[in-house]
C-alpha cells in the first residue's frame, strides 16, 4: 500500500522516524515542524492520512485538529501523544481525530494504523453511492453533506457525520458498538473509553431534542438503533 502522508512532529529524531519507515514502505511523506505549518498543508494539499502530535509548538495539535475539521477538511487523521490516559484519548477522538496512538509506540502498529484509514477512506470510495438516505423525515446527503430534519438543517462534525451516515445505512437494524468501533473509528477492539457514548448522546440531542418523534434508540445490552416507529 501506498499513498500520500502529512507527519506534523516537532521531535525531529520521531519525525525522521517516521517519515524514513513510511518512505520505505513507498509512501510519499510531508513533513512540519509546528502546528501553524501543519494546519497549512493539511487545509491546503490533499493527504491519504494526517499523523499530528498533540503538543506542538506554535500551535498545539488540538487547535490544529479542530481548525482542521472546521475547514471541512475530512482527510483521516491519527493523533500521537505522550498523554494515553482515557481523558486525553476520548478528548482527542471528540475534536475529530480518527485514530489516537500513545508514545512510545512501535513503527509496525503505526504502519497498521495508517494502512486501516487508508483502507476504510477507500473501501467507503469503493460501496456503490446511494445520494441521499432518509430515515422518517431524518434526510442526509452524502454529495452535499448536509442533514436536515423536515426544514430544519443539522450541523454536523465529520465524525457525527460519519455515524450517523452508518446509523442511517443500516436504518431499523440494531447496530453494536463493536459494529459502530469497526465502521466508524476503524477499532477491531474496544478501546476502554465512553467515546460511543459520547458521540451518541451529542448525535442524539442534534436529531431528536425538539422533535415529536425520537429516531434514534438504545437497545438494551445491545446497541442503538435508528427507526421512525
Known amino acids: 500500500m501506498s499513498g500520500r502522508v502529512l507527519v506534523v512532529e516537532d521531535d525531529e529524531r520521531l519525525g525522521d522516524y517516521v517519515a524514513q519507515g513510511l518512505t520505505e514502505q513507498n509512501y510519499t511523506v510531508d513533513r512540519a515542524a509546528n502546528g501553524r505549518d501543519g494546519l497549512f498543508l493539511a487545509t491546503d494539499s490533499e493527504f491519504d492520512v494526517v499523523i499530528l502530535d498533540r503538543m506542538l509548538p506554535g500551535m498545539d495539535g488540538m487547535a490544529v485538529l479542530r481548525a482542521i475539521r472546521a475547514a471541512g477538511v475530512l482527510t483521516p487523521v491519527l493523533m500521537l501523544s505522550a498523554l494515553g490516559d482515557t ?25 497498521a494504523r495508517v494502512q486501516a484509514l487508508q483502507r476504510r477512506g477507500r473501501g467507503a470510495e469503493a460501496q456503490p453511492q446511494q445520494a441521499v438516505l432518509r430515515c422518517g423525515d431524518l434526510e442526509l446527503d ?9 426544514a430544519r438543517r443539522i450541523v454536523m462534525q465529520p465524525r457525527e457525520f460519519r455515524l450517523l451516515e452508518y446509523l442511517m445505512l443500516h436504518s431499523g437494524e440494531v447496530v453494536t458498538r463493536t459494529m459502530l468501533l469497526e465502521a466508524v473509528w476503524d477499532y477491531h477492539f474496544d478501546p476502554g473509553t465512553n467515546v460511543i457514548d459520547v458521540h451518541i448522546s451529542r448525535l442524539r440531542r442534534k436529531i431528536d431534542d425538539g422533535e415529536g418523534q425520537p429516531l434514534l434508540h438504545t437497545v438494551r445490552g445491545a446497541g442503538y438503533r435508528l427507526a421512525a416507529d
Open 87 to 111: 481523558d486525553q484519548r476520548v478528548e482527542g477522538l471528540t475534536a475529530g481525530a480518527d485514530d489516537y496512538l500513545a508514545k512510545p509506540f512501535s513503527f509496525a502498529e503505526l504502519l
Open 142 to 150: 452524502r454529495l452535499t453533506r448536509q442533514v436536515r430534519r423536515g
